[in-house]
């Protein structure tokens, strides 16, 4: 059994940068594909970005593409969102997920991952 624990969120200003961490216990960290996803207050889980046990490959929504950055650090057992240039459409819940069967290509649904965080709250204001 996997645990996910995220921290990081916070009320920020637009145009500010965040560092979303998560640490996961509890299993193999090198055998899990990892990725953030987001909801927003009315609205669908979405995918945000993705990335393979090894750090070579990553994946990321059209909507953050150049402004986040998904790595992980496999001796700390942490993959790490960094969020730039944010904007009021950025607010929602930030989700650490892990699929711990990991697919050729890095997966965007959420049906493909495993095991989930509590979330961060991370409130963008304009």
């Known amino acids: 059994q996997v645990q996910l624990v995220e921290s990081g969120g916070g009320l920020v200003q637009a145009g500010d940068s965040l560092r979303l961490s998560c640490v996961a216990s509890?299993?193999?960290?090198?055998?899990?594909?990892m990725a953030w996803f987001r909801q927003a207050p009315g609205k669908e889980r979405e995918f945000v970005a993705a990335i393979r046990w090894n750090g070579g490959t990553t994946k990321y929504a059209d909507s953050v593409k150049g402004r986040f950055a998904i790595s992980r650090d496999n001796a700390k057992n942490t993959v790490t969102l960094q969020v730039n240039s944010l904007k009021p459409e950025d607010t929602a819940v930030y989700y650490c997920a892990a699929d711990s069967s990991p697919k050729f290509t890095l997966q965007s649904r959420a049906t493909s991952y495993d095991y989930w965080g509590q979330g961060t709250q991370v409130t963008v204001s304009s």
């Open positions: 509890g299993g193999t960290f090198t055998a899990l594909a």
